[in-house]
């Protein structure tokens, strides 16, 4: 079946590393993706990671994909007020391409 | 930022009325797609479409119906609208499904809050 989940909540200090993860039961997705939705807006896509790969880095943040474990994780280097928001962890399922399925969503919140 | 546009963005109503959300792009996207947000839920697939007249059900597709009759508009009806549907809509497009040489990436609408009495 297809089904990711996250933890609800995270709170981190000012300049810390955030990391958020998720765990997905789809092992043929062909993508795996990090939306950001902020305060009463739609979800906006951040970052992906293609399924052949282990890792990707862009910036501040960086995706790490264990296939085995079938677990994806974010990492937001020197988090800032600005990265508030409630991040979701989503799968194209190889099943169907057309479907993107997403989790329940992470809420970041940061503490100065 | 992707042309779309939902209507209405917020909407009261009682229970059993039917309810159409639109959903309208500009991009000449082929994919769209109806979700609803709820807490703890994130985002569920209600119904999608991949072209014209041509759509299929999601994960929480009982007690709605979708259609296109244009590539541009997707509709999203509640025949008889139930206290559960009280969400928040999101529609989204794709101009291609998730494959090895595409993304996928989906382009969302600011929402539409129904809210069911």
């Known amino acids: 079946g297809e089904d990711v989940e996250q933890s609800l909540f995270l709170s981190v200090r000012e300049g810390d590393s955030s990391v958020i993860n998720c765990t997905y039961t789809d092992s043929s997705s062909t993508y795996l993706y990090w939306y950001k939705q902020e305060p009463g807006a739609g979800l906006q896509l951040l970052t992906y990671i293609f399924s052949n790969m282990d890792m990707k880095q862009d910036q501040r943040l960086t995706v790490l994909l264990n296939k085995k474990d079938k677990h994806l994780s974010l990492r937001i280097a020197d988090t800032q007020t600005g990265d508030s928001a409630i991040y979701f962890c989503a799968e194209t399922p190889r099943s169907s391409a057309s479907k993107i399925i997403f989790g329940s969503g992470t809420r970041l919140s940061i503490r100065p | 930022d992707a042309g779309i546009t939902q209507s209405p963005r917020h909407k009261v109503t009682e229970t059993g009325t039917p309810v159409t959300l639109r959903c309208h792009q500009t991009e000449n996207h082929r994919y769209m797609y109806w979700y609803r947000q709820d807490p703890g839920h994130g985002l569920r697939l209600i119904h999608y479409s991949y072209g014209v007249k041509d759509t299929d059900k999601g994960e929480v597709s009982d007690g709605y119906s979708v259609s296109r009759s244009k590539t541009e508009d997707f509709l999203l009806t509640l025949e008889s609208a139930t206290s559960s549907q009280t969400s928040v809509y999101f529609c989204?497009?794709?101009?291609?499904?998730?494959?090895?040489?595409?993304?996928?990436?989906?382009?969302f609408g600011e929402g539409s809050r129904l809210t069911v009495l």
């Open positions: 989204a497009i794709s101009e291609t499904s998730g494959s090895s040489a595409n993304t996928g990436e989906l382009f």
